[in-house]
C-alpha cells in the first residue's frame, strides 16, 4: 500500500493538465470527456459542445458507442482552435426528412475535423454538413450477438480524447481568422503521428451535452464527465484506428496511477501497469469511476405528471466483455473483472447473450419506508434481481402490470424495469451485490475496488395537462447519481 500522499502532490492535483495521475476532475476539465448518453429515440436531439478553455490548439479524437456493446458507430478527428467551441447535433434521419432509421451527426461549427466536413455524408438546409452513422462495427464479420440493424446507432454514449496539443505551421493552420474560419484544414487532413508540431496533451477540455424534445418542451443536460491526467505522451492517430483508446492511460511509461477518494473524502493512489502485453492501463481510467452504489431520486407521481429514467453507462465495459477486444471466440467465455460475462456468451445471467451484471436495489419513499424483507409489491410477484446488459443502460419506473419496450422519459430500448415502491423516493442501487459480487482486479499495491465502473443520472419529466388550453406547462430537470465507492486492501488493511 502506498503511503498518504503529501500536501504538496494535493495540491497539484487541481491543477488543470498538470495531474499525475489519472481522476476524475471534480472540476469538470480535463484531458477526456465522457458524455454518458446520446438519443435520437422519439423524435429527440441530442446536442453537445466541447470547450477548449486554454490557449493551446488541441487535436481530439471524438467517437460514438452504440449502448449494447460499445460499437464504434463514428469517429473522427477535431481540431479546436485556443479557446475555441465545438457543437453539433445527433439526430436521427427520418425526423430530417432523409431515408433510413438510423442517426446522424449535423454541425454548422467551422472547426477542422478530420475526413473533413466536404467528405461527409451530405448538407442538410443552408450549408449545414450531416455524417450518417454506421453499422460496419457490428455487421459483416464483426457481428457480436447484438442488433445487425441501423437502429442501434439511434442510442449511446460519446467519449473524447484529447491526442495532442499543436504548434507552429499545426497550430497555424487551426486558428480561426475572419469570420470564424480556420487558416487551412486541409494541412491537417493527414498527419504523420512523428511531426514535430504534435506536444503531449495538457488538458483544459469541457462539455456538456443535451437531449431535447423540441414538440413537448423538455430538456435533459447534462455535464461531460472529465478525466484528467491521462496521458503525458501524444496519443496522435489518423481517424478509423482504434487508437486513442482509454486503455492507453499513462502517468509513467510503465505505470498508470488513478487518484480516488475514499468513504472519509481522504485521496488515495492506487498504480496499475501500463506497458507490454500485461499491461492494465484501463484499470486506472475504471478505478475513478468505480461505485459499489449509486444513489438518486425518482418521482412517478401521476397526480404531477411526472416520470423517471434513469442512465447508468459503463465507460470502460468493451476493455472487459467485447471478444474482440479480449481476443477470444464470440460466445466464449474471458470477461475480465470486474464483469462477468463478454458480451455473446449464451449464459450471461440474462440468457440473451448481451452481457449482463446483476444488480441490487433498496427504495425507499421520502419518509424512509422501504420494502420489508424480500423486495416486493401488493398484488404483484416478487421482483426477480435486475439484470444490466449493456454499456448504457437505462432504468425505467415502471409498474410492472403496466406493458412497456421502451422507457417513458428518453424513449430508450435499452429498457431495464423497475417497479417504483412510492410515487416518490429515492434509490440506493447496488453495482456489488451479493448474489454476484463485482470487483477490479488488484492494483500493484493490492487496492481492490468493488462494484462496477458507473457513470450516469437522472431525468425526471414533468408533463402536466391540465393548466389552461394553449399553455405549455411541462418541465424537465438531470441530476448526477451520486456515488459511494468502496476499496480494500486485506494487506494494509484498507486504501489510503
Known amino acids: 500500500m502506498n503511503a498518504a500522499i503529501a500536501a504538496g502532490l494535493v495540491a497539484a492535483v487541481g491543477v488543470s493538465g498538470g495531474a499525475n495521475a489519472v481522476e476524475l476532475s471534480p472540476d469538470g476539465v480535463g484531458q477526456v470527456l465522457i458524455y454518458p448518453y446520446y438519443t435520437v429515440n422519439r423524435n429527440q436531439q441530442t446536442v453537445i459542445s466541447v470547450v477548449n478553455a486554454t490557449n493551446a490548439a488541441k487535436a481530439v479524437r471524438v467517437r460514438f458507442l452504440e449502448g449494447y456493446n460499445a460499437r464504434e458507430v463514428l469517429d473522427f478527428n477535431l481540431f479546436l482552435s485556443e479557446f475555441d467551441v465545438w457543437t453539433a447535433s445527433v439526430f436521427a ?7 433510413g432509421v438510423g442517426a446522424a451527426l449535423l454541425t454548422a461549427d467551422y472547426s477542422c475535423t478530420a475526413p473533413s466536413r466536404a467528405e461527409w455524408t451530405g448538407v442538410l438546409g443552408p450549408g449545414l454538413p450531416y455524417q450518417e452513422f454506421r453499422s460496419f462495427a457490428y455487421t459483416g464479420t464483426h457481428e457480436d450477438s447484438g442488433p445487425t ?4 446507432t439511434r442510442e449511446g454514449h460519446i467519449e473524447l480524447v484529447q491526442m495532442a496539443d499543436l504548434v507552429g505551421t499545426l497550430r497555424t493552420a487551426v486558428t480561426h481568422r475572419s469570420g470564424g474560419i480556420p487558416a487551412n484544414c486541409n494541412i491537417v487532413q493527414s498527419i504523420d503521428p512523428a511531426h514535430s508540431g504534435l506536444l503531449p496533451p495538457t488538458g483544459g477540455l469541457f462539455g456538456a451535452g443535451g437531449i431535447v424534445d423540441v414538440a413537448q418542451g423538455t430538456f435533459h443536460s447534462y455535464n461531460a464527465d472529465a478525466v484528467g491526467g491521462f496521458s503525458r505522451t501524444v496519443l496522435f492517430s489518423a481517424p478509423g484506428m482504434p487508437t486513442p483508446s482509454l486503455a492507453q492511460a499513462n ?8 487518484h480516488t477518494f475514499d468513504a472519509a ?18 484499470d486506472a481510467v475504471s478505478a475513478v469511476f468505480m461505485a459499489s452504489t449509486l444513489l438518486n431520486e425518482y418521482n ?26 479480449l481476443g477470444v471466440p464470440l460466445g466464449s467465455a474471458g470477461a475480465l473483472p470486474p464483469f462477468t460475462f463478454t458480451f455473446g456468451q449464451p449464459a450471461d445471467g440474462n440468457g440473451n447473450g448481451l452481457s449482463c451484471s446483476q444488480v441490487g436495489f433498496v427504495p425507499y419513499d421520502r419518509e424512509e419506508g422501504r420494502p420489508v424483507g424480500s423486495v416486493g409489491f401488493p398484488g404483484l410477484p416478487p421482483v426477480q434481481i435486475p ?11 415502471i409498474s410492472r402490470n403496466v406493458p412497456a419496450t ?3 422519459v428518453l424513449g430508450s430500448k435499452l429498457l431495464t424495469r423497475l417497479p417504483p415502491f412510492s410515487m416518490s423516493g429515492w434509490l440506493r442501487l447496488s453495482l456489488d451485490p451479493a448474489t454476484q ?18 457513470t450516469g443520472f437522472q431525468a425526471v419529466n414533468y408533463v402536466n395537462a391540465n393548466v389552461t388550453p394553449g399553455v405549455l406547462s411541462n418541465y424537465s430537470a438531470t441530476f448526477r447519481h451520486r456515488v459511494l465507492r468502496t476499496c480494500v486492501n486485506a494487506a494494509a488493511g484498507g486504501c489510503s
Open 93 to 99: 434521419l427520418a425526423d430530417a426528412g432523409l431515408a
Open 149 to 152: 440493424g441501423m437502429a442501434r
Open 251 to 258: 502517468t509513467t511509461p510503465d505505470t498508470a496511477t488513478a
Open 265 to 282: 473524502g481522504e485521496l488515495f493512489r492506487s498504480d496499475y501497469p501500463a506497458s507490454g502485453q500485461s499491461s492494465r492501463a484501463i
Open 300 to 325: 412517478v407521481d401521476a397526480s404531477a405528471g411526472s416520470s423517471t429514467d434513469w442512465v447508468v453507462t459503463f465507460p470502460t465495459k468493451r476493455f472487459y466483455t467485447d471478444p474482440e477486444i
Open 387 to 397: 439484470v444490466l446488459c449493456g454499456s448504457v443502460n437505462v432504468i425505467g419506473f
Open 406 to 408: 421502451e422507457s417513458v
Open 437 to 454: 459480487p463485482h470487483t477490479l482486479r488488484a492494483s500493484r499495491d493490492g487496492d481492490v475496488f468493488n462494484g462496477l465502473p458507473a
